[in-house]
């Protein structure tokens, strides 16, 4: 009788065990599959932003080329291109920042995190993230009532509304904490995955 209790008990755990087993294995099946989603993502955003940047810098080139020629040339210029010209740096330096945290090539300092064990360093790499995320919140935050309060003022050649250049603060922020997530979920995913699998 015992004999059967301690069969059927061990049989029990073996059974509970590999579902287990199987379960996290579908779990982390399921997270693979949502990672990858995240990741093409991220890479098709990164990529788009890329472009948007490369087409705001040819045209700050094709106008400090244009109004260089104008003045030294023709001794004249185009009203408003060098207004324009600032406007889309401000802009491509915004968008530009959102693709250098994308990528992991943000200015940071890692001298003492470099040295520290792996787990530790991973840990320290999300609350950086975090931590830029909730700086980047927080512009957002004040930016919209500042935009409102001094957004309709023009500028003084163009003459368009200050919120259209002031709107690149929140836009920027926004992209930045959306990398910053993706980055989070994907450092936070694949440890997981890789604790997994060895």
């Given at each position: ?147 409102k309060s001094v957004g309709s003022f023009e ?44």
């Amino acid at each position: 009788m015992r004999k059967d209790l301690t069969e059927e008990g061990a049989e029990f755990t073996l059974s509970t065990v590999g579902s287990a087993l199987s379960t996290n294995c579908q779990d982390y099946k399921r997270i693979g599959v949502n990672m990858k989603g995240i990741q093409r993502f991220k890479r098709i955003l990164l990529v788009i932003l890329e472009c948007i940047i490369t087409f705001f810098f040819s045209i700050i080139l094709m106008l400090t080329v244009v109004l260089v020629v104008l003045r030294y040339g023709f001794n004249t210029a185009i009203i408003g291109g060098n207004e324009a010209m600032e406007y889309l740096f401000i802009y491509t330096t915004a968008i530009g920042a959102a693709v250098a945290l994308g990528r992991r090539e943000h200015i940071k300092i890692t001298y003492f995190v470099d040295r520290l064990p792996f787990a530790i360093k991973n840990v320290l790499n999300v609350v950086d993230l975090i931590l830029i995320g909730f700086i980047n919140g927080v512009m957002v935050w004040y930016s919209i009532p500042w935009i409102k309060s001094v957004g309709s003022f023009e500028s003084p050649v163009l003459r368009i509304p200050n919120r259209i250049v002031q709107a690149s603060v929140p836009i920027g922020c926004s992209l930045v904490i959306l990398c910053c997530l993706c980055l989070i979920v994907t450092d936070i995913f694949e440890k997981k995955q890789g604790r997994l699998s060895g």
